[in-house]
Structure formats: structure tokens, C-alpha cells
Nanobody, 124 residues
Framework: QAQVVESGGGLVQGGGSLRLSCALS????????TGWFRQAPGKEREFVAG????????LYSDSVNGRFAISRDNAKNTVLLQMNSLKPEDTAVYFC?????????????????WGQGTQVTVSA
């Protein structure tokens, strides 16, 4: 069983930046992929970014590619999501998720452990 806890959300003006952090614990985490998803009110949860267990491969949705960057520090069991050039449409609850697989995917069904989410609000 793994535990996933997100932090770092908040309110920011359009064009600004935020960094989300995901703390992982509870099992051997160095071999699992980690992803970030988001869910806006009235919408389905969507993939944002994912990273391979060793950081050697990353995956981004088209909507955030070039603005967001995912990274991990296995020594600290932490995954970060740096979000730049934020837009009002980025407003959502952001979830961190851990997969039993080594490679990240964009499918929610491939992730076994989820955090409670952190709110990100971007004003116009």
C-alpha cells in the first residue's frame, strides 16, 4: 500500500507560476511511475503529466506541454510539477497518482494509488 499526498496548490493570476509537490510513502517507490491529473468542476479527470520511475521519460498532455514540467527526486520520494504561464483554464483540483508500472501512461485506470488532491485556481 502506498500513500500519496499533494501540496502546493493555491490562487495565482494568469501568467503566473505554481509548483505542486507529491510526497510518496508506504512501499518501494523507486520503481513506479507517477502521474499528475486534474479535474475541473463538471468535467472528467484528465491526464496532465507523467514520469518514469527513474525520471528518464516524461509524458505531457498537449494542453500543458511546454508550460509544465514534471520531475522526481527518488531520494526524497517526491514528485514535483512546475506550472508556468498558467491560464484560467488550468483551474482544477490536481491529483497525484502512483502506478505499479514503471512507465507513465495517460490512463487513470493504470494508476493504483491516489492522493486527495490540491486546488489550483488561476484568475484572469
Amino acid at each position: 500500500q502506498a500513500q500519496v499526498v499533494e501540496s502546493g496548490g493555491g490562487l495565482v493570476q494568469g501568467g503566473g507560476s505554481l509548483r505542486l509537490s507529491c510526497a510518496l510513502s508506504g512501499r518501494t517507490l523507486s520503481s513506479i511511475a507517477t502521474g499528475w491529473f486534474r479535474q475541473a468542476p463538471g468535467k472528467e479527470r484528465e491526464f496532465v503529466a507523467g514520469i518514469r520511475w527513474d525520471g528518464g521519460s516524461t509524458l505531457y498532455s498537449d494542453s500543458v506541454n511546454g508550460r509544465f514540467a514534471i520531475s522526481r527526486d527518488n531520494a526524497k520520494n517526491t514528485v514535483l510539477l512546475q506550472m508556468n504561464s498558467l491560464k484560467p483554464e488550468d483551474t482544477a483540483v490536481y491529483f497525484c497518482a502512483a502506478s505499479s508500472e514503471s512507465w507513465p501512461t495517460s490512463r487513470t485506470a493504470d494508476y493504483d494509488y491516489w492522493g486527495q488532491g490540491t486546488q489550483v485556481t488561476v484568475s484572469a
